[in-house]
């Protein structure tokens, strides 16, 4: 595979959410069977970190088992991409660990190493209140992602 166009690198950033598999139904419609884009399908692990849980080796469970969720949830994606033709040779999936304070940070600096000219997100649908709390990592993607265009699907 030779260079492509940062426009038509396309980061989707999903989790398990519904807006999620609308942004891959979103992405996979508008690439279809052009083999002209290239699509990371990034799944973020989040790490609670160690305070969170009572034993370190409990800590390294959950994250397996966030693992092969993350797995089947990338899989999933990858086969919604194919039912839609997306040529399989455009397609990677894959996993990255970050504290779970930093995802919006982790997409960007994934976007940013591998020259993504667009970043896909599904908007998790989470309240004013929650969003006040917590914050959004769609709202943060928009306001510090640089050099890219950020899509959000709802």
Request: hydrophobic fraction near 35%; include cysteine.
């Amino acid at each position: 595979m030779g260079e492509v166009d940062p426009g038509k690198n396309i980061l989707l950033s999903i989790d398990n959410s519904e807006n999620s598999r609308r942004a891959i139904r979103y992405v996979a419609n508008i690439v279809g069977s052009s083999g002209d884009y290239r699509i990371t399908i990034l799944n973020i692990i989040e790490d609670m970190g160690e305070d969170f849980f009572p034993s370190a080796a409990e800590r390294q469970t959950h994250i397996e088992k966030q693992k092969q969720t993350s797995a089947a949830l990338l899989a999933e994606a990858r086969n919604i991409m194919r039912e839609h033709a997306v040529p399989e040779e455009c397609i990677r999936t894959e996993q990255v660990t970050a504290p779970s304070a930093y995802i919006a940070e982790s997409i960007i600096r994934h976007a940013q190493h591998e020259n993504k000219g667009t970043v896909v997100v599904g908007r998790r649908g989470i309240s004013k209140k929650e969003e006040f709390l917590f914050g959004s990592v769609s709202s943060k993607i928009v306001n510090y992602a640089k050099d890219c265009t950020v899509w959000v699907v709802e």
